[in-house]
């Protein structure tokens, strides 16, 4: 004789009070888990650590785009680099416009315009920002316009990055669970450390 497997005893389903009781008490569990995460010094500090992050990552596109610290400098030599595009009233496009100063630092503005071209030993100005003062637009004498640097471009978009993903994180109030805050914390510290070390 063949033994029957042993069947599965047929689960009841729920009333809905005890399904309304049982949503009320992981509601309940989570607040004060919550409470309790709101309490303890790692959240508080991983919260300062990522408003100060975001600020600074706002400051450094704030430096991009208005007033920043200016400083001026002398060239020895300028390389420019022509583009494809086509030149207008005898002036030819230009990608890029590479700048020697005095003490042998290199300085890429990316032009990506229709530009006479620089004198070899043309006087320019580098706007810093106020914090971490790391090099975001460059301009020449004689000429209107503000350039970016090619080493501005990595920053630039680290910090637009960081700065949405905070915004979403801070506005879904996704920083009120431990792994979501942590992680969080990882990524600014990562972007902060490659802008620093850039």
Known sequence: MTSEPNKRPRR?????????????????KELVELRKLKKSKTFK??????VICF????????????????NGYHAVNTITHYG?????????????????????????????DCITEPNKAVYFIIGRDYLLQKNLK??????NNAYRLFSASPVLLLSMLAICISLFVFVMNL???VYN???????????LFTILSI
């Not at 009333?15 to 309940?28: D, F, P, Q």
């Not at 600020?55 to 200016?70: A, N, T």
């Not at 494809?84 to 990506?112: A, F, H, P, R």
Request: glycine share 8%.
């Open 45 to 50: 500090i991983l919260n300062v650590f990522n």
């Open 12 to 28: 009841n389903p729920m009333t809905s009070e005890e399904v309304a009781h049982i949503i009320a008490h992981k509601r309940k």
């Open 55 to 70: 600020f600074i990552f706002i400051e450094l596109l704030f430096c991009y785009i208005g007033p920043c610290h200016y």
């Open 175 to 177: 920083n009120e669970k």
């Open 181 to 191: 805050l942590v992680g969080l914390s990882v990524l600014n510290f990562l972007a």
């Open 84 to 112: 494809s595009g086509k030149s207008i009233n005898g002036k030819l496009y230009v990608d890029e416009v590479d700048i020697y100063d005095t003490e042998g630092e290199l300085y890429k503005l990316i032009i990506d």
């Open 138 to 143: 460059g301009f020449m004498e004689g000429y």
